[in-house]
């Protein structure tokens, strides 16, 4: 599928980064053997192989020894297209399942208006609207890097949006085919294959648990990074009791390093979710996020929502 690869391999410096092109300098196809291309789950437009090289011609990337951690300086722009896929994934998703619930009537009314189903729509508008705030945030701290503030934004940041936004999807995109029905579980609508792509965006790049020891190695090292991040929800704090609370446990839980687990990078993850739609969505978006996803009394399923504007949540959703 490329002209070249990135790879790692045992040199006599230690393990190495090796840029690798399809052909060697005199044109000839170089020594890259392909054993089998990987039957995949999703994803059949990327193809996976397993391959041996034998001879091949190599040139040395960054330095000798230094192998994983100069692949790894590119998993920061990767790890944040993933955050930001999961978002679309979820966005496309949603896109479906407002078209045929807006279209498709039952008991005198469209689907979206039933009181069964607006709770579950208006929940999925919500995940999406956190994702993809939270994704963007993430794509201006590196867009502005030359900051040292946003650039300690951006290091912890980007694995906690990857880490978040990628284990989001799966429940939407299941949720959204559910909301559908059985048309939504064939080949030929998009949805099946929205299903199969989601899991994938966790694993590449880092699992879920490499990206929270990602965190945890930020804390650890820059433990100055979190600042920046709180002092953005800081202020939303001050008006909302609910976030007030969240931050008060996020900055208890980082000066326990031994605690940097999910619960900690989760509860990260939503407090920023929270104070970006408090300062960018509508109001009646933030404060339905901030009641149900900091409150008690919110799922574990999608559709648990109780007491709030599903309408103009929903509204909110058909508009974006």
Known sequence: MSDAYLTVAQTEGGVSCLFVPRRRPDGSLNGIRINRLKDKLGNRANASSEIEYHDAHAILVGEEGKGVRTILSSAEYTRLDFAVGSAGLMRAA?????????????????????????????????????????????????????????????????????????????????????????????????????????????????????????????????PKAIEPVLDEIRPVAAEYPLVAAALDEIEELVLSPGDTTRYLVTRLALAVQAALLVTHAPTVVAEAFVASRLGLGWGPGYGTLRGLDFEAIIDFARLG
């Open 94 to 222: 949603l896109s479906q399942g407002l078209f045929y619930n807006d279209n498709r009537a039952a008991f005198g009314a469209p689907l979206s208006q039933l009181p069964i189903q607006a709770p579950v729509l208006a929940d999925l508008a919500l995940e999406w609207a956190g994702a993809a705030h939270l994704a963007f945030r993430v794509a201006r701290a590196e867009d502005s890097r030359d900051d040292v503030s946003e650039r300690l934004v951006s290091r912890l940041l980007t694995p906690v949006a990857k880490f978040w936004n990628c284990r989001r999807v799966s429940g939407v995109t299941e949720e959204v085919i559910q909301s559908i029905g059985g048309n939504a579980y064939i080949e030929e609508h998009p949805c099946p294959r929205y299903y199969r792509e989601a899991p994938l965006n966790a694993i590449w790049e880092g699992t879920s648990n490499m990206m929270v020891l990602d965190v945890g190695r930020v804390l650890e090292r820059e």
